[in-house]
């Protein structure tokens, strides 16, 4: 009886894991879309490289090329490109001469240019931005909607609710 139970467990589990195993694929290879060997409408597990531009949904633990789009998914782990481009959320460590990230952010954003639309965490670059910012922003300039938190660079700009709209060198808003 525990060998039948076990079995079709099992068999279960194997069942219910494939739709989403059959969307994730673990390595993404890339010149430019489309030609890559995951089609752009599905994530990729554990790496994707890419050496001109590479559209997947979403990419989890890392992602290396020269211009890296995820189309909407929920993505993390490490992204680092020339032009890192998020339409979904990113967690973790995105570095880019442009980082940006359209849904939720969470981690550090690094580069010459960041943008977030919500973020928690760290911005350091030239100019960073953010619609809503709850953690660091360190650059040269800061810019936000709403801010939690500290900015510390040459021009520091909080649209609503900050100790002051601009400040240089340090600005808060708790």
């Known amino acids: 009886m525990r060998t039948r ?16 195993a059959a ?14 060997l995951v089609p752009e409408h599905q994530s990729v597990g554990v790496l994707r490289l890419n050496l001109i531009y590479s559209v997947n949904r979403s990419v989890q633990y ?21 032009v890192a ?3 979904g959320s990113f967690t973790g460590w995105q570095s880019a001469a442009a980082a940006v990230t359209r849904g939720p952010f969470v981690g550090l954003q ?11 965490g760290l911005q350091w670059g030239v100019v960073n931005t953010a619609a809503s910012w709850n953690g660091l922003q360190l650059g040269l300039v ?3 909607q709403r801010l939690h938190g500290v900015q510390v660079g040459l021009i520091n700009i909080i649209r609503q609710g900050g ?10 808003s708790f």
């Open 23 to 36: 969307q994730q694929h673990p390595i993404q290879i890339a010149l430019f879309t489309p030609v890559q």
């Open 163 to 172: 100790t002051f709209p601009v400040f240089p060198l340090v600005n808060w």
């Open 5 to 20: 139970s076990l079995v079709a467990a099992i068999a279960f589990a194997c069942v219910a894991v494939t739709p989403l």
């Open 142 to 144: 800061n810019y936000t």
């Open 110 to 120: 690094s580069g010459w240019f960041t943008s977030a639309r919500q973020g928690q």
């Open 85 to 87: 481009i998020n339409q």
């Open 62 to 82: 890392v992602d290396l090329g020269f211009v890296n789009v995820t189309s909407g998914g929920a993505s993390s782990g490490v992204q680092w490109a020339f």
